[in-house]
């Protein structure tokens, strides 16, 4: 997919669930439920060990029919070795100039971190395609979205940090293109209790939560 395509399907769907299990079992768990509640995107960071073999395994068995990122991106040899794991798209917490530019080399997303006006300038000058607002819930939350829409109106953010079932509307209404979703939805205790049903439930629900702020 090209990077038009993906920021397209982050788009549609609104939601990148964030897995940082702490096993490929889990993972794949994690995934399954998630895709199960309607949501064909998943991050690994990574901080989940193996994370590289993860996003390989997830790119093999899902192929096509999930959107595959990797999360917490912080260097080049990192972007470089999920890249080659066949990530179609990068996350960071930050803002990395060598991981940005080894993705538009490679014609990848990439979406780094940003938090202020000025980082927020710095990654549009550097021709990002979205933001990664982070972290929000712990510093005005919706609020500091709809301040930063106020300078930056065309501005594509991803608010990731204490997004929650019962906040998702309210950022969806502030402005974010997405939300990036952790352990809210992606119960790894439920997940290792057998209750994959849970997840996939949470799922939808936040499926639910964004067409409805997006309908108003």
Not at 127 to 143: D, E, M, Q, T, Y
């Given at each position: 997919?090209?990077?038009?395509e993906?920021?397209a ?8 669930p ?26 690994i960071?990574?901080?989940v ?9 997830v790119v ?20 470089r ?8 798209f990068?996350?960071s917490?930050?803002l990395?100039?060598s991981v940005l530019?080894?993705?538009a ?6 979406v780094?971190?940003?938090f ?32 930063l ?6 501005l594509?953010?991803i ?17 974010a ?7 809210e ?8 209790d057998?209750?994959?049903?849970q997840v996939?439930d949470?799922a939808r ?12």
């Amino acid at each position: 997919m090209s990077v038009e395509e993906v920021v397209a399907k982050i788009g549609e769907v609104g939601i990148i669930p964030v897995i940082r299990a702490q096993s490929l079992r889990t993972a794949s768990l994690a995934l399954e439920a998630i895709c199960a509640g309607g949501i064909p995107i998943v991050e690994i960071t990574m901080t989940v060990p193996n994370a590289v073999a993860v996003i390989r395994e997830v790119v093999s068995r899902y192929g096509r029919d999930v959107l595959a990122g990797a999360g917490t991106v912080t260097t080049s040899d990192q972007a470089r070795a999920c890249l080659d794991a066949g990530a179609q798209f990068l996350v960071s917490p930050g803002l990395s100039t060598s991981v940005l530019r080894m993705a538009a080399a490679e014609n990848v997303l990439a979406v780094p971190g940003a938090f202020t006006p000025t980082e927020v300038m710095t990654a549009q000058e550097a021709g990002v395609n979205l933001v990664k607002i982070f972290p929000c819930g712990s510093a005005g939350g919706a609020r500091h979205i709809r301040a930063l829409k106020g300078p930056f109106p065309k501005l594509r953010v991803i608010p990731t940090g204490g997004v929650t079932l019962a906040n998702a509307g309210e950022y969806i209404s502030a402005g974010a293109f997405a939300l990036g979703i952790g352990s809210e939805l992606v119960n790894e205790a439920a997940l290792c209790d057998g209750q994959s049903g849970q997840v996939a439930d949470c799922a939808r629900q936040f499926v639910e939560a964004v067409r409805r702020a997006r309908a108003v």
